[in-house]
């Protein structure tokens, strides 16, 4: 093949490739919208901005007992602190097959909470409360990790959540 034979084959080519790659991208954007419609979407934080002062969340507020309440007949929020570096409460004890909202807030850095196992995964930061829901449909011990670098302890920074039966 000549060179100009050899340019028009490899156009046709990349053509087909942009097509076959924008339509795998558009299955993508549809399974990634079905996600959004089933209650695995609870993981995605909630959007509304929720201000808290990280120098009093200690002392003042539902942060400052970090525990977990009753809200509905199935349902509870967990209010939990992420600072450096650990989590509270330690234990987060939740009953199995509830919808858990959790709120959690950072006192000093940025940190993570990812619960082991599941697709909780969410960025901690001061000032603001990070909200997500969950229900745990399996009892059991739930490692928390911090996956946001947050200090010298971050390698240890680890939580637990106790789903009961
Ligand atoms: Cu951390």
Aim: proline share 6%; charged share 15%.
């Amino acid at each position: 093949m000549d060179e100009h034979r050899v340019h028009k084959v490899v156009l046709a080519y990349e053509r087909g490739w942009l097509a076959f790659s924008l339509a795998m991208l558009f299955v993508f954007i549809a399974l990634i919208a079905y996600t959004l419609v089933t209650h695995t979407a609870g993981v995605i934080p909630a959007g509304a901005l929720e201000r808290v002062d990280p120098a009093k969340v200690r002392v003042e507020g539902p942060f400052a007992q970090p525990g977990v309440i009753q809200t509905g007949p199935n349902q509870y929020t967990a209010y939990v602190q992420a600072f450096t570096f650990g989590y509270l409460p330690n234990p987060i004890e939740v009953p199995k097959g509830a919808e858990i909202t959790f709120k959690i807030t950072s006192p000093d850095v940025i940190h993570g909470f990812q619960v082991e196992g599941t697709n909780i995964n969410v960025e901690v930061l001061p000032g603001e409360v990070s909200t997500v829901k969950y229900t745990f449909k399996k009892a059991g011990e739930y490692r928390i990790i911090c996956n946001q670098y947050c200090g010298i302890g971050h390698q240890n920074m680890f939580g637990k959540i106790v789903v009961k039966e």
